[in-house]
């Protein structure tokens, strides 16, 4: 049986990333923050608690700020395969905490590397890198694109980037990295635009919200699903040899296209609740990020399958799926109780 660690288990990412090990028949360790708020709704529906039952997915406390944590999981659990998607991952907050950002997102990837390198665990080592590291420089991007970051996140995903092709060089360490442009699901958190978009036409068309306010429309990304993306990961770590490979779909559409379908496929129109706020333009912009995923289809066999507007109506369903059943929950409760 292989064992995996993943940091970040309790987001979008891992979640699925865990569930696709799981299925595989790994052995699964997730590395989740200490919270004085319970964070792990994500993975709840595949954790069992290991007293009662002979689970494969266990959960250890740890923090990307923290090397003894990191290389005591390393040096305990042994993994064959460490996939590193811890961050603060939000771009426009970056700005806001530029020094955390940096502390966790780039430096967290270097304590598990030099953890790798000094625990001497024979183990092979995924980096989440990031689209946004090429910020300005022209679509498509491709594994040979050169990068200009245009943020304090993108800067630090940046130089994890490099530290890990740095040990791959240097100590012969197979570490990969996915270059993953946009990937999006039910699971997004509420404060990346995708899913505050579709958790606002959900509340809109159930009249329980009147506006929704956004920045810039007109910037253009290639959006994919995530649950394909973890699968790319995996690939990677597969391979005879590491390398750095480009994730995503080629296509490109702008924020604008999605509010557009979002509502639409809701029954609404768009030009009636949404308002621009210029509080969250970043300082500064990434205008335009498309995939040349052409490395990955050669080398590793990986496309994209779900289309652009398919994703985007999936996320509407489901939470308007989710916010009705709620509601629901509540209404049954309140007779209940009355």
């Known amino acids: ?5 993943i940091t970040g288990v309790t987001g979008q990412d891992g979640s699925y990333l865990a569930q696709f090990l799981l299925s595989k028949g790994y052995e699964v ?7 004085s708020s319970f964070n792990t709704e994500r993975v709840d529906p595949i ?38 998607l811890a961050a603060q991952s939000h771009v426009r907050v970056s700005f806001d905490v530029p020094e955390y950002t940096s502390d966790i997102t780039a430096l967290g990837a270097l304590r598990i590397l030099e ?22 420089t022209p679509p498509p991007q491709s594994e040979r694109t050169v990068f200009h970051p245009r943020s304090p996140y993108a800067s630090a995903k940046l130089f994890a980037h490099s530290m890990a092709v740095n040990y791959r060089e240097s100590y012969g360490m197979f ?39 956004l920045g810039n429309l007109e910037a253009r990304r290639d959006w ?32 604008a296209e999605f509010v557009d379908i979002a509502f639409a496929h809701a029954g609404l129109d768009w030009r009636e609740f949404v308002k621009i706020d210029p509080r969250y333009y970043r300082p500064a912009e990434v205008d335009l990020l498309q995939a040349d995923p052409s490395k990955a289809a050669s080398v590793l066999g990986w496309r994209s399958r779900m289309g652009f507007e398919e994703l985007v109506k999936l996320m509407v369903d489901a939470d308007l799926h989710d916010l009705e059943s709620m509601r629901s929950g509540i209404l049954k409760r309140g007779v209940v109780a009355g």
């Open 1 to 5: 049986m292989k064992r995996a660690l």
């Open 29 to 35: 360790h997730g590395v989740k923050r200490r919270s």
């Open 47 to 84: 954790y069992a608690d290991y007293h009662e039952s002979d689970s494969r997915f266990l959960l250890h406390f740890g923090d990307l700020s923290d090397s003894g944590s990191l290389w005591r999981l390393l040096y305990d659990v042994q993994p064959e395969e460490v996939y590193n």
């Open 115 to 136: 953890g790798i390198r000094q625990t001497g665990i024979k183990t092979r080592f995924y980096q989440a890198s990031s689209s946004e590291m090429f910020g300005s």
């Open 175 to 213: 570490a990969a990295s996915g270059i993953l442009f946009n990937h999006e699901s039910p699971r997004r958190g509420e404060t990346f635009v995708t899913r505050k978009i579709t958790r606002a036409v959900a509340h809109i068309k159930l009249g329980l919200q009147e506006k929704l306010y």
């Open 224 to 255: 994919g699903y995530a649950p394909e993306y973890v699968e790319a990961m995996w690939l990677m770590l597969q391979q005879d040899a590491a390398d750095d490979f480009v994730i995503g779909t080629g296509e490109m559409h702008s924020v």
